[in-house]
């Protein structure tokens, strides 16, 4: 059974800094493709940045220079590292696993519970 539960989330002034994580259990990282959406409150989910399985990453225009994603296949642990953060990035963050291409399309299989991020200006 695919479980996968976030960390990492909270608030932050305009400028700062958090790093999301995302542990796994019941696959392996290295034979799926993953990565994180976000849902800010009356819009709808929205792709932020996914892996392929051959390290490949696309990364939504709005975060681009700014958030980095990357993961440790030994620990079974995806993250996602924000920096620059502005008040338009505040939204519940989700990590996503699946075993087909998604890229940033809402579509994933596996979808975590979420963590709240929120920055204020």
């Known amino acids: 059974q695919v479980e996968l539960v976030e960390s990492g989330g909270g608030s932050v002034q305009a400028g700062g800094t958090l790093r999301l994580s995302c542990a796994g259990s019941?696959?392996?990282?290295?034979?799926?493709?993953m990565g994180w959406f976000r849902q800010a409150p009356g819009s709808e989910r929205e792709g932020v940045a996914v892996?392929?399985?051959?390290?490949?990453?696309t990364y939504a225009d709005s975060v681009k220079g700014r958030f980095t994603i990357s993961q440790d296949d030994a620990k079974n642990t995806l993250y996602l590292q924000m920096n620059s953060l502005k008040p338009e990035d505040t939204g519940m963050y989700y990590c996503?696993?699946?075993?087909?291409?998604?890229?940033?399309?809402?579509?994933?299989?596996?979808w975590g519970q979420g963590t709240q991020v929120t920055v204020s200006s």
């Open positions: 892996f392929d399985k051959y390290k490949t990453t």
């Open positions: 019941g696959f392996r990282y290295s034979a799926a493709y």
């Open positions: 996503v696993a699946d075993f087909w291409p998604r890229s940033l399309r809402p579509e994933y299989k596996y």
